[in-house]
């Protein structure tokens, strides 16, 4: 991708209000560079006035007129020189400082819409089909959403606004020089856009491949450090950490080699410049001296060293706003590829947000269900008909990998049925899976968000005053008073301070208690109480038994003895059904339950 579209696609990620005030800071900051230059052109007027004086002859015939015009013929040579120097010193310290307070505020101000991409980004992720983000890589996505913006806004947009700034300062001073000396100004346009021509192309390589080293490795490092982190026990104990963290020494050598390399690069334009000055100056000394006296052409010299010295700076960043877009591009490019994908791509429509609450418990309907994961040649669950009546405890078992937790994704509308249908009818509606919100549901494996025991369970619930009776008996009926009582701050410990101490037992109470809490008109359970001791599965059972008046409630279950008061038990084997009824009916008529019934001694 070129430097001019990648910048066009940053501009684009911001409103049009935005974007007027991007380019009206820009403008700024070319205002801002006339000081520069009305700074230069004092700069050789005291120049040619000091020349004179020294020598003791009569000013040039251009400053005599520039005195006429400005009416200051009446003044000597040695307070115009003062005054003028001291202009020349206001102006540059007024145009440093104005220039660095202004860039200041364009950071601060793509710093914040940084921020808003990254969180209109991350709104757009998280409410994208559910099957398209199981797909993706969590941590290249993380990258995308923060540093990924980062390149894109912060990285392009600031070095574009320098780079614009520092390009208008090096027109408006070849320009002036123009004025000065035509030839000196030819001599000084051509050498260093050569320069700048040559260092660029030498650089961008360099640079875009740094870029996209780092990058690179950046993701890959987090992957290998979160597998690392997450494994840390089985790994110990295999004794092959060096298996492991070879993938990971190896990314952050490559990272931090990157890195170095980036450093490197953008400090190249320095000692291009360094070195582009002497040999610039040499050669015109040689050139002016063929054609015109001497003390012209050192006057002309004088004239390049001292343009230089405004033109070397806005130079050498120039280069370097060149060299950081094409080190941020691949950073860059991950967040379009990203937006575009997700903009493009029909299977990743947004999710519209679910705003039906259920009124009562409610029947569910399945008709003919059959779901294919991508790249599967059975499908997960096939041709699936079947009805749960309002307020029934409907219990899923069968086999490993029979299509349990995909029926239950199904029905909460996290995967789309590729034929047939699944309703939801209450006693006033009937309603699709994907619209209803309030479900209760505990995962096979559940997860704990960032907070306090208290903020897991009520759960972004942001009503001023938490119904406490509603809370402690959801405290209490998941077993989890038992497991509060012994934190040091209770309910309003923090998940930090006691991090990975919580027993697999203890986080599925939580997950239990947060589903509770809901006192959701449909309950669904998987794998739930998997890790509980007898007692307290049977106490959480008979809690959901006394639910059943209020809701409908589905279970997934391998261990049968959780699931013996179900009203209907559903046996699934490679996502068909097998066969329905209660407990006892299908002990009696399938086989395959009747075997798994005597292996567990129930
Ligand atoms: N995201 C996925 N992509 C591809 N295949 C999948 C995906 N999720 C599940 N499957 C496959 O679909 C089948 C059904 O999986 P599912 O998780 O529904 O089984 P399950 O009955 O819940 O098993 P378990 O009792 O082990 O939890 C399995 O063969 C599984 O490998
Ligand atoms: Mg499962």
């Known amino acids: 991708m070129s430097i001019f579209s990648l910048c066009q696609k940053s501009m684009s990620l911001l409103s049009?209000?935005?974007?007027k005030v991007f380019v009206l800071a820009i403008l700024t900051q070319f205002i801002i560079n006339l000081s520069d230059v009305v700074a230069l052109g004092l700069i050789t007027v005291i120049g040619s006035l000091a020349s004179n004086y020294i020598i003791g002859s009569d000013p040039d015939t251009w400053i005599i007129k520039l005195l006429d015009i400005l009416n200051l013929n009446d003044y000597s040579v040695k307070s115009l020189i003062i005054s003028s120097l001291s202009i020349v010193v206001v102006l540059f310290i007024f145009k440093s400082i104005f220039t660095s307070f202004s860039m200041h505020k364009i950071m601060k101000f793509l710093a914040k819409r940084q921020a808003e991409v990254s969180i209109e980004l991350i709104g757009r992720i998280t409410s994208s089909k559910y099957s398209w983000l199981k797909k993706q890589n969590s941590q290249k996505l993380v990258y995308t959403a923060t540093d990924g913006v980062h390149s894109l806004i912060t990285g392009v947009l600031g070095s574009l606004a320098s780079l614009i700034s520092d390009l208008t300062l090096f027109v408006m001073i070849v320009s002036i020089i123009f004025i000065i000396d035509f030839e000196t100004a030819i001599f000084i346009l051509v050498?260093?856009?050569?320069?700048?021509y040559f260092s660029g192309r030498f650089t961008q390589n360099l640079s875009m491949n740094f870029g996209a080293r780092i990058t690179k490795t950046?993701?890959?490092?987090?992957n290998s450090l979160t597998s690392l982190l997450n494994s840390v026990?089985?790994?110990?104990?295999?004794g092959n950490q060096k298996f492991f963290t070879k993938n990971l020494d190896l990314n952050l050598t490559l990272n931090s080699d990157a890195k170095g390399l980036s450093t490197w690069v953008q400090q190249l334009p320095k000692s291009i410049y360094e070195i582009a000055l002497v040999i610039g100056a040499f050669i015109l000394l040689l050139f002016q001296i063929k054609n015109k006296d001497f003390s012209e052409a050192l006057t002309l010299m004088l004239v390049f060293l001292v343009a230089s010295g405004r033109l070397i700076p806005a130079l050498m960043k120039m280069q370097t706003s060149v060299i950081l877009i094409r080190g941020y591009q691949t950073g860059s490019e991950m967040v379009i590829e990203l937006i575009d994908e997700i903009s493009k791509d029909q299977s990743i429509e947004i999710c519209i947000p679910r705003q039906i609450?259920?009124?009562?418990?409610?029947?569910?309907?399945?008709d003919s269900v059959t779901y294919s994961f991508e790249g599967q040649l059975v499908p997960a669950v096939n041709n699936f008909t079947f009805e749960i009546a309002p307020g029934q405890l409907v219990a899923l078992v069968g086999p490993t990998g029979s299509g349990k937790s995909t029926l239950l994704d199904l029905m909460l509308g996290f995967y789309k049925p590729d034929s047939g249908t699944i309703i939801f009818k209450t006693k006033d509606s009937?309603?699709?899976p994907e619209s209803i919100k309030n479900v209760a549901y505990v995962p096979q494996m559940?997860?704990?968000?960032?907070?306090?025991?208290?903020?897991?369970?009520?759960?972004?619930?942001?009503?001023e005053d938490i119904d406490s009776n509603k809370l402690n008996s959801a405290i209490k009926n998941s077993g989890l008073d038992s497991v509060i009582k012994k934190l040091p701050n209770g309910i309003n410990t923090l998940l930090d301070q006691i991090g990975n101490s919580i027993s697999g037992g203890e986080l599925q109470r939580i997950s239990i208690a947060r589903a509770l809490y809901l006192e959701s008109k449909f309950i669904v359970l998987d794998e739930a109480t998997s890790a509980l001791d007898g007692t307290m599965e049977k106490n959480i059972t008979d809690h959901l038994n006394t639910l059943k008046e209020f809701a409908t409630i589905v279970i997934v279950a391998h261990r049968l003895s959780s699931i013996k008061t179900a009203d209907t038990v559903v046996y699934l084997d490679g996502g068909k059904i097998e066969g329905t009824g209660n407990f006892l009916e299908l002990q009696n008529?399938?086989?395959?339950?009747?075997?798994?019934?005597?292996?567990?001694?129930?």
Do not use: Q, W, Y
């Not at 026990?233 to 295999?238: A, K, M, V």
């Not at 009124?359 to 309907?365: F, I, N, R, Y």
């Open 16 to 19: 049009s209000r935005h974007r």
């Open 191 to 196: 050498f260093f856009s050569l320069i700048l």
């Open 218 to 222: 950046s993701v890959t490092t987090r």
């Open 233 to 238: 026990r089985e790994i110990t104990l295999t």
């Open 357 to 366: 609450d259920l009124t009562s418990a409610p029947a569910v309907k399945f």
């Open 430 to 432: 009937i309603v699709r």
């Open 446 to 463: 559940p997860v704990l968000v960032a907070g306090t025991i208290r903020d897991n369970i009520i759960f972004g619930d942001i009503k």
């Open 589 to 602: 008529k399938l086989p395959n339950f009747a075997k798994v019934v005597a292996d567990m001694r129930i």
